[in-house]
T-cell receptor, first 113, second 110 residues
Framework: NAGVTQTPKFQVLKTGQSMTLQCAQD?????MSWYRQDPGMGLRLIHY???????DQGEVPNGYNVSRSTTEDFPLRLLSAAPSQTSVYFC????????????FGPGTRLTVL | GENVEQHPSTLSVQEGDSAVIKCTYS??????FPWYKQELGKRPQLIID?????GEKKDQRIAVTLNKTAKHFSLHITETQPEDSAVYFC?????????FGTGTRLKVLA
């Protein structure tokens, strides 16, 4: 199993540009989530999904969209990038619903100029 | 809203000593409390977790305690080793949304 994969590893955007961060898992996990990690602020939940076709907002959803058309994939879309979205983004998944070990992807380092 | 406070933000200990990191949560609906270790440039990885119906859990040199009445839980690392140096995050799970603490940078001095 590849586990949780994320692409790209690094990305530089200009203010106003849009892009999609990809996340995929091959463990048949139902629960998937996106976090951003900023220095001194820990991991903050952006959006999460408890299964295909179901998504919900986390702590900091503004400026981001998600969809979950399949169990395997959970892309995160930045609609109009802003410098405040410069961060490291982690995708995570878990098998047994929410109360279960979360496995994190390797992260995407995003810089918005 | 839901909040998890984590202390201290940095902790330095001599190799072989114990380290304790404490977290306090606000939402009494929280029923799951994992701890993650993140090495520099790496992804967070689960090291231990505890559910709300248990007061203490141990795994070799690592233990977690939970006080539901006081809404706090702690990570205990005994006989620390240089490879324990990392950032540790606690988290709570109220109503399906993970809330993480701000992290503790642990340095184990040889």
């Amino acid at each position: 199993n590849a586990g949780v994969t994320q692409t790209p590893k690094f990305q530089v955007l200009k203010t106003g540009q849009s892009m999609t961060l990809q996340c995929a898992q091959d463990m048949n996990h139902e629960y998937m989530s996106w976090y951003r990690q900023d220095p001194g602020m820990g991991l903050r939940l952006i959006h999460y999904s408890v299964g295909a076709g179901i998504t919900d907002q986390g702590e900091v959803p503004n400026g981001y969209n998600v969809s979950r058309s399949t169990t395997e994939d959970f892309p995160l879309r930045l609609l109009s990038a802003a410098p405040s979205q410069t961060s490291v983004y982690f995708c995570a998944s878990s098998y047994g619903g929410v109360v279960d070990t979360q496995y994190f992807g390797p992260g995407t380092r995003l810089t918005v100029l | 809203g839901e909040n998890v406070e984590q202390h201290p933000s940095t902790l330095s200990v001599q190799e072989g000593d114990s380290a304790v990191i404490k977290c306090t949560y606000s939402d009494s609906a929280s029923n799951y409390f994992p701890w993650y270790k993140q090495e520099l440039g790496k992804r967070p990885q689960l090291i231990i977790d505890i559910r709300s119906n248990v007061g203490e859990k141990k795994d070799q040199r690592i233990a977690v305690t939970l006080n539901k009445t006081a809404k706090h839980f702690s990570l205990h690392i005994t006989e620390t080793q240089p490879e324990d140096s990392a950032v540790y995050f606690c988290a709570a799970l109220p109503l399906g949304k993970y809330i993480f603490g701000t992290g503790t940078r642990l340095k184990v001095l040889a």
